[in-house]
């Protein structure tokens, strides 16, 4: 699997033998569920009009503007889910997570009403507050609202789904660790090293915290490649620094004519904004349409 979702499409015919077997590779990998009846031998004449190749959340966006506009499209997930990174899992029984979605209030507004999403049962519960930064001394800084406000909306639940009666699921996203530590990969001690650093970080603002764990897993970069399939584990992948924001990314169009990227490492990047997947079906319906595309 790798790191940004391609889209291949009819009538921008691939001109690369190499990208075209690729193709029917995954084809070949994916689970019959998703795949279904697509076993066409001659890549010049699909049976549909766009592959979406990984059904992560911007592969499924740019997947629904192309179908909207009429084209035929099949979308290939190697997984026994949708989703992609962001999808929700049951963790332990009873308690369920989204592992790499720490944040979902930056999902586009256009992408939401386009796609009718709240029609389906979406929704965004809007906290009252920006953030809360607290200092080992004991000092914080607070968004918006008062102390006492704040302490009052983070114990409110939303969604009382995700944990059984009385209990809570908590989720810790750090940053930075390097997908291939200096002094050998990954195993279960430097896990464990990890998992004790947290809990101590997280027991000097909440005293009690590590006696309300009840259970917790740990996914280092490699863990996260190897589950969802992202290249070192990056969420963005790309990493989201000056030299490569906006027209620096990768490019919607690939190369290779008719193949198309609308992962996170395309503008605007990462976090769940469904805009790169907006952004690449717009390339692909004007490139079809012989136009400049509109971007979000």
């Known amino acids: 699997m790798i790191a940004m979702t391609v889209v291949r499409c009819r009538g921008l015919m691939a001109e690369c033998a190499v990208v075209a077997s690729w193709i029917k590779e995954c084809v070949r990998r994916c689970p019959r569920s998703w795949s279904t009846d697509w076993v ?23 997947a629904s503007y192309l179908a909207a506009e009429g084209l035929k499209v099949l979308v290939l997930e190697r997984l026994r889910r949708v989703g992609g990174a962001i999808a929700t899992e049951e963790v332990f029984p009873g308690f369920h997570v989204p592992y790499c979605a720490y944040i979902c209030h930056m999902l586009h507004g256009k992408v939401i009403d386009d796609l ?33 406000e704040l302490y009052r909306e983070i114990r409110t639940v939303y969604d009382r789904s995700l944990a059984p009666p009385g209990m ?23 896990k464990q090293e990890l998992i004790e650093l947290h809990l ?12 309300c764990v009840q259970d917790l897993t740990l996914e280092t970069p490699a863990d996260i490649e190897r589950r969802i399939g992202m290249t070192d584990g990056c969420i963005r992948h790309l990493d989201v620094t000056p030299q490569q924001y906006f027209s620096r990314r990768m ?3 690939a190369p290779v004519r008719g193949l198309y ?8 990047g990462g976090e769940l904004s469904g805009a790169p997947g907006h952004n690449c079906a717009r390339a ?10 509109d971007r979000v």
């Open 40 to 62: 066409g031998d001659e890549m010049a004449d699909p049976e549909y009009d766009a592959i979406i190749v990984g059904a992560g959340h911007n592969g499924l966006v740019a």
């Open 116 to 148: 009718e999403l709240r029609k389906h049962g979406f929704d965004l519960y809007h906290m009252k507050w920006s953030y809360f930064q607290p200092f080992f001394d004991g000092g914080h800084i607070i968004g918006w609202r008062t102390t006492q």
């Open 168 to 190: 809570h699921v908590m989720s810790s996203w750090s940053l930075y660790y390097p997908a291939h530590p200096k002094d050998g990969p990954w195993d279960a001690a430097k």
């Open 200 to 211: 101590e970080i997280l027991s000097q603002f909440a005293p009690n915290f590590r006696e």
């Open 251 to 253: 490019p919607y169009r």
């Open 261 to 268: 990227l609308c992962g996170s490492g395309t503008h605007p």
């Open 284 to 293: 692909i319906l004007r490139d079809l349409e012989g136009k400049a595309e």
